[in-house]
C-alpha cells in the first residue's frame, strides 16, 4: 500500500503511532511496533514528506493497524531542508486530516499532494504554490471558493471596482451589492483578484511563473485563512507557524 506519514506521535518505549494517508485507502491510524528498536523490519525511520510502500495488518479486535513493514520509495529532501517549505506541507496535512475522514478514500487529493510536492521540490517562489496549495486543497474537499461572480448578484465581478471578500459565503461580493453589511469588510484588490482566478483555473506547472506583490499577498492570505478556517470547522495550527516562517 503506497501513502504518506501526516503525522506521528511516540508511543511507549519503541512503538510509534502514524496517521498515513494512503493512496486507495484514505485515511488510517497505524502502530509501529518496535519501530525504535528494529533496524530489520524497519530499516527507514518514518517521517513526514517520504512516500512509503506499507504492509498493514488489521487484528479484528482492534481499531488500530499494525504496520509490518515500511519501505521508503521517494523522499522529499528539498522540503524536509527548508522550514518554510515544512511548514507549508504541514498546512496541507492538517487540512486533509480535517477534510477527509478516516476510511474514506480520497486518491485524487492523494495524487494532488504528491504532485504539490514535487512542485514544491523544485521552486523558491513559495507563495504562489502556498495559495495555490489551499485552493485545490479546498476544491477537492469539496469547499471551492467563487472568484467570478459576485454571491449576491451573480453578475461577473469587476476587477477595478471595489470588491470585498465574504469568507463565510465563500466567495466575493460587488460595490453594488454591499451596502451596510459590508461597510468594514476587506476590499480586495485587482491584483489580488486576477491572482486568485488564475490560481484556480491553471495548471499546476504555470504557478511558479506568478508574481504577487505584497499587498495583494495579504488580501489573499488573509481571505484564504479565514475562508479556511471557517469551512474546515477548526483553526489550523499549521497556518500561524506559516505565517511565522513566511511573513
Ligand atoms: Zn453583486
Redesign the pocket.
Known amino acids: 500500500m503506497e501513502g504518506l506519514v501526516l503525522r506521528l506521535i511516540d508511543y511507549g518505549e519503541s512503538d510509534q503511532i502514524a496517521y498515513l494517508f494512503l493512496k486507495e485507502e484514505g485515511i488510517l491510524s497505524a502502530i509501529a511496533k518496535g519501530i525504535k528498536k528494529s533496524k530489520h523490519r524497519f530499516p527507514h525511520h518514518l517521517e513526514p514528506f517520504r512516500i512509503y510502500s506499507f504492509k498493514l495488518r488489521k487484528k479484528p479486535s482492534h481499531d488500530l493497524y499494525w504496520i509490518q513493514t515500511a519501505d521508503q520509495v521517494t523522499s522529499f529532501e528539498k522540503i524536509m531542508n527548508d522550514i518554510r517549505k515544512i511548514a507549508l506541507g504541514n498546512v496541507i496535512f492538517e487540512m486533509v486530516m480535517k477534510g477527509v475522514r478516516e476510511g474514506h478514500p480520497h486518491p485524487e487529493l492523494y495524487t494532488f499532494v504528491i504532485s504539490l510536492f514535487r512542485a514544491l521540490e523544485v521552486t523558491d517562489n513559495i507563495f504562489p504554490l502556498r495559495f495555490y496549495a489551499e485552493i485545490h486543497t479546498l476544491r477537492l474537499l469539496g469547499f471551492l471558493p467563487n472568484f467570478e461572480t ?6 461577473p465581478l469587476r476587477k477595478e471596482e471595489d470588491n470585498c471578500f465574504d469568507p463565510v459565503k465563500g466567495g466575493i ?5 454591499q451596502g451596510l453589511t459590508y461597510k468594514t469588510g476587506t476590499i480586495i484588490g485587482s491584483e489580488a483578484l486576477g491572482a486568485l482566478q488564475f490560481l484556480k483555473k491553471s495548471p499546476l506547472h504555470a504557478v511558479s511563473r506568478l508574481r504577487i506583490t505584497e499587498n495583494a499577498k495579504n488580501a489573499i492570505e488573509a481571505f484564504l485563512t479565514e475562508f479556511i478556517t471557517y469551512h474546515l470547522e477548526h483553526p489550523i495550527k499549521s497556518l500561524s507557524f506559516l505565517k511565522e516562517v513566511m511573513p
Open positions: 459576485c454571491l449576491r448578484c451573480r453578475k461580493i460587488c460595490p453594488r451589492c
